[in-house]
Nanobody, 125 residues
Framework: QVQLVESGGGLVQAGTSLRLSCAAS????????MGWFRQAPGKEREFAAG????????YYADSVKGRFTISRDNAKNMVFLQMNSLKPEDTAVYYC??????????????????WGQGTQVTVSS
């Protein structure tokens, strides 16, 4: 079992950048593919970005492609989400998630067994 804790959220202006971190404990992250999801008020939680066990294969939702970058540092048991050119519509609670099949990330929430508590990102216009 792995425990996940997100950090790095905050209130920023549109057009700026923010970097989210996800710290894992309990098991090494090389056993997991990782994903970042987000949930805006009144909306379903949606996939934003994912990476396989070594970060060699990444996948992004169309809404964040070209602006967000997922990366991981397995030696430190951490995963990151670099968010550039932020828009008001990026406002959401962002969640880090771990999937026990490490070879590739995937979009469906149900594929991920472990979740963090989330970190709020608010982008003002």
């Amino acid at each position: 079992q792995v425990q996940l804790v997100e950090s790095g959220g905050g209130l920023v202006q549109a057009g700026t950048s923010l970097r989210l971190s996800c710290a894992a404990s309990g098991r090494t992250l090389t056993s997991y593919a990782m994903g970042w999801f987000r949930q805006a008020p009144g909306k379903e939680r949606e996939f934003a970005a994912g990476a396989n066990w070594n970060g060699a294969n990444t996948y992004y939702a169309d809404s964040v492609k070209g602006r967000f970058t997922i990366s991981r540092d397995n030696a430190k048991n951490m995963v990151f989400l670099q968010m550039n050119s932020l828009k008001p519509e990026d406002t959401a609670v962002y969640y880090c998630a771990a999937k026990a099949h490490p070879w590739r990330s995937s979009v469906p929430r149900a594929d991920y067994e472990y979740w963090g508590q989330g970190t709020q990102v608010t982008v003002s216009s």
